[in-house]
């Protein structure tokens, strides 16, 4: 499977943008998706997951009721809606996906990933 991440960008504090991860190959109606992210200097963080379906998602703290996760089987694309956003939130962004049908926050426990996107938020 290949993952490929797009719609990071250049914003300024308070806006929104909307990261998609297209997805090759024909398990991706049965994988767990993530978000993760990496700030200059720090750690990979996780960000969001989605189970299979679409029915089950977590959320991160730092992140919890500004952005959302979801996904289109259909499209074999899974989103990552980010509004209210603010310059801690600069980091290069990753999707992964598990071999797995549930949703998880661990990322060793991720099979594949995606080249990151970068978001850069100004104050």
């Known amino acids: 499977v290949q993952l490929q991440a797009s719609g990071g960008g250049l914003v300024q504090a308070g806006g929104s943008l909307r990261l998609s991860c297209a997805a090759s190959?024909?398990?991706?109606?049965?994988?767990?998706m993530g978000w993760f992210r990496q700030a200059p200097g720090k750690e990979r963080e996780f960000v969001a997951s989605?189970?299979?379906?679409?029915?089950?998602?977590y959320h991160a703290d730092s992140v919890e009721g500004r952005f959302t996760i979801s996904r289109d089987n259909a499209k074999n694309t899974v989103y990552l809606q980010m509004n209210s956003l603010k310059p801690e939130d600069t980091a290069a962004y990753y999707c992964a996906g598990r071999r797995a049908p549930l949703a998880t926050k661990g990322q060793y426990e991720y099979d594949y990933w995606g080249q990151g996107t970068l978001v850069t938020v100004s104050s």
């Open positions: 989605i189970n299979w379906s679409g029915s089950s998602t």
């Open positions: 190959g024909r398990t991706f109606s049965s994988s767990a």
